[in-house]
Every structure is written in C-alpha cells, then in structure tokens.
C-alpha cells in the first residue's frame, strides 16, 4: 500500500471515490496539504479483502486503520469521496476514539441502491464498459460545461483527466466489485454510531448525475452531529472541478469544530512515501 503524507497540520484522511485511485485527488491533496497533514492512498486490491468479514466495507476500514498505524496518527478528520465516503462513515462507526471529525462527499445515500441498468453493467462489467463509459462521459460533460464556462478551461480539464486514465487505470471489474458491495446495503445502523462532527458536502441536484443528492443530504439529519453543506455551480465531479474551493470548504469545517488530535502524532517530511 502506497501511502501519500502530505502538509502539516491537523491529520486529515483522504479516501477516494469508485475509481479506487488517489491520483484523481492530487489536486485536491495540493490544495489540503497547505493547512492539513493529509493522508491518502489507492484503495487496496479487493482481492486482499474479500475473507469472512461480515460487512464488505471492513475490509477497507483496516486498510486505513494500517495507514494510521504505518504513520504514528492516532485520531484524524476522515474525509470520503462518494464511495470512499461509505468507508469513512464505517470507520468512523467503528473506531470513534480515532475520528476527529467526518466529511462526508457526495456519498451513496444510506439506502442507496443501483439503478437497474447499472446493476446489469456491474454483474458484466468488461462487456459493459464501453456502453458505461459512454454513459459516464455525457453526464461529465453537462456538469463540466456548467462548471467550467471556459472552453480552454474545459480542454484542459478533459486533457487532464485523460491523462489519468491512462497513467493511473481504473479497473471496471473492481469498479463494479465496489458498487455492488453498498448496492441495496444500509448503513443506518452506522449513521447512528456516529458521534463526531459531521460535514455532509454535495455539489448541486440538478447537476450530480451519478448520486442523487437527496439521498446524499439524508446523512445531515442521520447523523447526530451533522450538517449539510454544497459545493456550488458543481455536480458529482466538485473536488475535481473546484479542488481550492473545496479544499476551503473542507478547512474551515474543520477549523469550526473542536479537535484533539494531536495525541498519538509523529512529526515526518512533507512528501509521498511508500509503505508495505
């Protein structure tokens, strides 16, 4: 496991979306590295995870219990990208003593669930992705023209993210591995062991494509100590669209509430290691 520790400050835990590569944040990780110690990482080869656990989450939340451990941090605000959220909000259930604070960013609702076209691209997800693909890159496009008016911005976004594609894969088998894991899954039993402050961040309705935002902002009346927050003139894509406003938006929440997570904490050079 490749760990990314970045930026001194309050430890921050970022966890990727579906796609499981941290690359796709790097400038989120630059924008959060200038207030916060910020920790990330790819999320592990599912295969390694897939044993008796009885929820199909754990086996993440050890892989960022690992990455706590490997650095010498024992609490830190854990934030997750839309999938990635579904794990913090476990880690946090699970390991309150470790939580500083959670944000949450356009999450899966609680008792979200796979459309049924979805559903079928997941249970064949080779023979699927071309059609997915497709898909997803028109619901990109409508949420990046609104976001970014510019055209030469615009290219050079799209520039960008093909140049991710091809430097840092996805895998659509694991992809599909992932969605169904928290396909029909509730975690409301979750939401209510959650203790800590809670941000609840979502980019506009009208302009997520990928996760309904109605059932994303369930969590801020799930969550004891919860509220809700958007990230404005963005859909789905907002950590990569506005990754400065973002990475305000996520500082000054954590500037809002009461921290200690200086216990357990070891100072280290700002830069990306590797770890077994």
Same mark, same amino acid.
């Given at each position: 496991m490749r760990i990314v520790d970045r930026g001194t400050g309050t430890p921050l835990v970022l966890i990727p979306g579906i796609q499981g590569r941290w690359e796709y !944040? *790097? %400038?989120v990780v630059d924008e959060l590295s200038t207030k916060h110690r910020v920790l990330t990482c790819? !999320? @592990? %080869?599912? *295969?390694?995870?897939l044993g008796e656990d009885v929820h199909p989450l754990d086996g993440f939340v050890r892989a960022v219990e690992q990455m706590l451990d490997a650095r010498?941090?024992?609490r830190a605000v854990l934030c997750g990208v839309s999938f990635g959220g579904r794990i913090a909000l476990r880690f946090a259930a699970q390991h309150p003593a470790r939580t500083a604070a959670l944000v949450l960013v356009s999450t899966p609702g609680p008792q979200w669930h796979l459309r049924e076209s979805h559903r079928r691209f997941a249970r064949s997800p080779w023979l699927s992705f071309p059609a997915f693909l497709a898909g997803a890159s028109d619901r990109m496009r409508r949420e990046v023209r609104f976001a970014l008016p510019r055209t030469r911005d615009r290219l050079r976004f799209f520039l960008k993210m093909t140049s991710l594609a091809i430097t840092a894969p996805s895998s659509p088998a694991r992809m599909a591995a992932r969605a169904l894991m928290i396909d029909g899954a509730s975690c409301l039993d979750d939401? #209510? !062991?959650?203790r800590c402050q809670t941000l609840v961040l979502n980019g506009e309705p009208e302009l %997520?494509?990928?996760? @309904?935002?109605d059932?994303?902002?369930?969590?801020?009346? *799930?969550?004891?100590? #919860?509220s809700n927050a958007t990230l404005k003139g963005t859909g789905h894509q907002g950590p990569l669209l506005r990754p400065a406003e973002f990475a305000r938006i996520i500082t000054d929440f954590v500037a809002s509430v009461s921290l200690d997570t200086d216990r357990g904490t070891t100072a280290r050079p700002s830069h990306?290691? %590797?770890a077994a």
């Amino acid at each position: 496991m490749r760990i990314v520790d970045r930026g001194t400050g309050t430890p921050l835990v970022l966890i990727p979306g579906i796609q499981g590569r941290w690359e796709y !944040l *790097r %400038d989120v990780v630059d924008e959060l590295s200038t207030k916060h110690r910020v920790l990330t990482c790819s !999320l @592990p %080869d599912d *295969r390694h995870f897939l044993g008796e656990d009885v929820h199909p989450l754990d086996g993440f939340v050890r892989a960022v219990e690992q990455m706590l451990d490997a650095r010498g941090v024992q609490r830190a605000v854990l934030c997750g990208v839309s999938f990635g959220g579904r794990i913090a909000l476990r880690f946090a259930a699970q390991h309150p003593a470790r939580t500083a604070a959670l944000v949450l960013v356009s999450t899966p609702g609680p008792q979200w669930h796979l459309r049924e076209s979805h559903r079928r691209f997941a249970r064949s997800p080779w023979l699927s992705f071309p059609a997915f693909l497709a898909g997803a890159s028109d619901r990109m496009r409508r949420e990046v023209r609104f976001a970014l008016p510019r055209t030469r911005d615009r290219l050079r976004f799209f520039l960008k993210m093909t140049s991710l594609a091809i430097t840092a894969p996805s895998s659509p088998a694991r992809m599909a591995a992932r969605a169904l894991m928290i396909d029909g899954a509730s975690c409301l039993d979750d939401c #209510a !062991l959650v203790r800590c402050q809670t941000l609840v961040l979502n980019g506009e309705p009208e302009l %997520d494509h990928v996760v @309904p935002v109605d059932g994303s902002s369930e969590y801020g009346s *799930r969550i004891t100590h #919860a509220s809700n927050a958007t990230l404005k003139g963005t859909g789905h894509q907002g950590p990569l669209l506005r990754p400065a406003e973002f990475a305000r938006i996520i500082t000054d929440f954590v500037a809002s509430v009461s921290l200690d997570t200086d216990r357990g904490t070891t100072a280290r050079p700002s830069h990306t290691h %590797d770890a077994a």
